[in-house]
Nanobody
Framework: QVQLVESGGGLVQAGGSLRLSCAVSGSINSLFSTNVMGWYRQAPGKQRELVARLSTAGTTVFAESVKGRFTISRDNAKNSVYLQMISLKPEDTAVYYC????????WGQGTQVTVSS
């Protein structure tokens, strides 16, 4: 069974930075290296939304709200995907998750990002 483990969240002041990591483990075979990977977030009272995605060819797509501030990368050898976030804003506060895009793996617990003003 494939598992997703996100880490790297925390409490940061507005304007600060964080780097999130996601490790994919389990019966992944070639799952990680052959799928688009994405980072999603869910703020309190809101639906989960896609923040960024990265194809196996290196093509990236970002939500308008994070363009120019977030960077997504992956390490296929480590079955890991990363989200570098800079110039964080209070509206970035959410639980952040990784998954394939479209998502088809059971969601992990996510990692909480809280940005104070």
């Amino acid at each position: 069974q494939v598992q997703l483990v996100e880490s790297g969240g925390g409490l940061v002041q507005a304007g600060g930075s964080l780097r999130l990591s996601c490790a994919v483990s389990g019966s992944i075979n070639s799952l990680f290296s052959t799928n688009v990977m994405g980072w999603y977030r869910q703020a309190p009272g809101k639906q989960r939304e896609l923040v960024a995605r990265l194809s196996t060819a290196g093509t990236t797509v970002f939500a308008e709200s994070v363009k120019g501030r977030f960077t997504i990368s992956r390490d296929n050898a480590k079955n890991s995907v990363y989200l570098q976030m800079i110039s964080l804003k209070p509206e970035d506060t959410a639980v952040y998750y990784c998954n394939t895009y479209p998502s088809f793996i059971s969601w992990g617990q996510g990692t909480q990002v809280t940005v104070s003003s």
